[in-house]
Nanobody
Framework: QVQLVESGGGLVQPGGSLRLSCEVS????????VGWFRQAPGKEREFVTT????????YYADSVKGRFTMSRDNAKNTVYLQMNSLEPEDTAVYYC?????????????????????WGQGTQVTVSS
């Protein structure tokens, strides 16, 4: 059974930075596509970034490109989300997710339903 545990959320002022972590246990981490999604109150869950396993590429939503960076440490079974230049619009619960049962095709890689294992989420609040 694959488990994901996020950490690192909190309150930050506009323009500040945070780094989220997600430890993935119970499977062949280096082969998984692992992504970050977020959900603000009253809104649908939206794609932030994802990293294909086995040395594949990383993809970003346009809204975070140039500000957020995703990385993965296969030795620690952990992915990170470095968030810089944070804006109030980035306020949301951030979820880490892994596609374990399938390898999503590129055209569907931003869809939450392609990911079958999810963490519990961590709150990020950007406010002065």
């Amino acid at each position: 059974q694959v488990q994901l545990v996020e950490s690192g959320g909190g309150l930050v002022q506009p323009g500040g930075s945070l780094r989220l972590s997600c430890e993935v246990s119970g499977g062949a981490f280096r082969t998984y596509t692992v992504g970050w999604f977020r959900q603000a109150p009253g809104k649908e869950r939206e794609f932030v970034t994802t990293s294909r396993g086995s040395g594949g590429n990383t993809y970003y939503a346009d809204s975070v490109k140039g500000r957020f960076t995703m990385s993965r440490d296969n030795a620690k079974n952990t992915v990170y989300l470095q968030m810089n230049s944070l804006e109030p619009e980035d306020t949301a619960v951030y979820y880490c997710a892994a596609a374990v049962g399938i390898r999503p095709i590129l055209s569907a890689i931003r869809l939450p339903r392609m990911y079958d294992n999810w963490g519990q989420g961590t709150q990020v609040t950007v406010s002065s």
